[in-house]
Nanobody, 116 residues
Framework: QVQLVESGGGLVQPGGSLRLSCAAS????????MGWFRQAPGKQRELVAS???????NYADSVQGRFTISRDNAKNTVYLQMNSLKPEDTAGYYC??????????WGQGTQVTVSS
């Protein structure tokens, strides 16, 4: 059973920055594309950033130019650097692999609140 542990969230003012981390217990971490997802109250979970095993990245239009996803395969960890945060970025943030919808069990997530 793979465990995903997200951390790094918090309360930040608009325009601020946060760096999220997600540690995976999977020994096969390095072969999978990984993604950061977010879910705001009353909304569906959405994919905001992804990174392939080779390091290619992709972003949702809403975060393009503000968020940066990266990974450290030696540490089985994926990161999300979030800059120029907006109130609409407020959500629970989760990571998972991206394999045609075959997700690992979801972690507890980390809450990001952007508010003045």
């Amino acid at each position: 059973q793979v465990q995903l542990v997200e951390s790094g969230g918090g309360l930040v003012q608009p325009g601020g920055s946060l760096r999220l981390s997600c540690a995976a217990s999977a020994s096969t971490f390095s072969i999978f594309a990984m993604g950061w997802f977010r879910q705001a109250p009353g909304k569906q979970r959405e994919l905001v950033a992804s990174i392939t095993s080779g390091g290619s990245t992709n972003y949702a239009d809403s975060v393009q130019g503000r968020f940066t996803i990266s990974r450290d395969n030696a540490k089985n960890t994926v990161y999300l650097q979030m800059n120029s945060l907006k109130p609409e970025d407020t959500a629970g943030y989760y990571c998972n692999r991206i394999v045609g919808g075959m997700y690992w069990s979801w972690g507890q997530g980390t809450q990001v609140t952007v508010s003045s």
